[in-house]
């Protein structure tokens, strides 16, 4: 697995259902986060843009088959049905709507969690090697270092997973508070003050290879690259 989480979205409106798929990933080593607002399911998931979506058919408001259509208008994420239809015509219509994946409840963890990792690699690992970029620099997530200008720079677990977040939200402002429950999410402790300790370190590391300013302070508002 890489050096940062896969980060799994959640849409299904069973409490109960919910939590259990939210325990099953995050106790094999994924970041799951799950939607509770149905309203605003698009924009969720514009926002989070998560690596695999987990998506049930019968939803308050708009079905998992309208919500897989609105998706397929601007991400190609893996989706995965896992709903209690089990009819041929919802298979069908799953595939046909750009569904990656069809599994019925009550579903055997073993098969979804290998479907899951199986859809993974198949759409992330070509991009993983190639890192994230944005202005120059090239994260490695995989290899856990930043790349600029042909110079190489190691990182930390925290630093790492710092910059993943920035560089996956890059052009927005992050708030610290954001990126600490990222973090936290994520299993790794960091406060408010080993945070700014982090940027200060990866800063330095940064300007080292070349790299300066690359992490702007917004006051009162948080970081952006």
Same mark, same amino acid.
């Given at each position: 697995?890489?050096?940062?989480? #896969?980060?799994?979205?959640?849409?299904?409106?069973?409490?109960?259902?919910?939590?259990?798929?939210?325990?099953?990933?995050?106790?094999?080593?994924?970041?799951?986060?799950?939607?509770?607002?149905? *309203?605003?399911?698009?924009?969720?998931?514009?926002?989070?843009?998560?690596?695999?979506?987990?998506?049930?058919?019968?939803?308050?408001?708009?079905?998992?088959?309208?919500?897989?259509? *609105?998706?397929?208008?601007?991400?190609?994420?893996?989706?995965?049905?896992?709903?209690?239809?089990?009819?041929?015509?919802?298979?069908?219509?799953? +595939?046909?709507?750009?569904?990656?994946?069809?599994?019925?409840?009550?579903?055997?963890?073993?098969?979804?969690?290998?479907?899951?990792?199986?859809?993974?690699?198949?759409?992330?690992?070509?991009?993983?090697? *190639?890192?994230?970029?944005?202005?120059?620099?090239?994260?490695?997530?995989? #290899?856990?270092?930043?790349?600029?200008?042909?110079?190489?720079?190691?990182?930390?677990?925290? #630093?790492?997973?710092?910059?993943?977040?920035?560089?996956?939200?890059?052009?927005?402002?992050?708030?610290?508070?954001?990126?600490?429950?990222?973090?936290?999410?994520?299993?790794?402790?960091?406060?408010?003050?080993?945070?700014?300790?982090?940027?200060?370190?990866?800063? *330095?590391?940064?300007?080292?290879?070349?790299?300066?300013?690359? +992490?702007?302070?917004?006051?009162?508002?948080?970081?952006?690259?």
């Amino acid at each position: 697995m890489r050096g940062v989480p #896969e980060k799994i979205m959640i849409i299904e409106d069973d409490p109960v259902i919910r939590t259990e798929l939210e325990t099953l990933l995050r106790g094999n080593g994924f970041l799951p986060c799950v939607v509770t607002d149905f *309203e605003r399911t698009v924009c969720q998931v514009k926002d989070e843009d998560p690596h695999l979506i987990l998506l049930d058919i019968k939803l308050p408001g708009k079905s998992g088959f309208y919500l897989c259509s *609105e998706i397929r208008s601007f991400s190609d994420v893996p989706v995965i049905f896992v709903t209690s239809s089990n009819t041929d015509m919802d298979e069908l219509n799953s +595939i046909m709507l750009g569904g990656d994946a069809f599994i019925t409840k009550p579903y055997n963890t073993a098969i979804l969690l290998a479907k899951i990792r199986s859809l993974l690699k198949r759409a992330w690992s070509g991009r993983q090697s *190639e890192g994230l970029s944005w202005h120059g620099a090239v994260l490695h997530p995989e #290899e856990g270092t930043l790349e600029y200008d042909d110079r190489k720079v190691e990182l930390t677990k925290n #630093e790492q997973k710092i910059l993943y977040y920035l560089f996956t939200h890059a052009g927005v402002i992050c708030s610290r508070a954001d990126i600490i429950d990222y973090l936290w999410d994520s299993r790794l402790y960091v406060d408010d003050n080993a945070l700014s300790v982090n940027i200060n370190r990866i800063r *330095e590391k940064l300007a080292g290879i070349g790299l300066t300013d690359f +992490i702007r302070t917004k006051h009162r508002q948080g970081y952006l690259i």
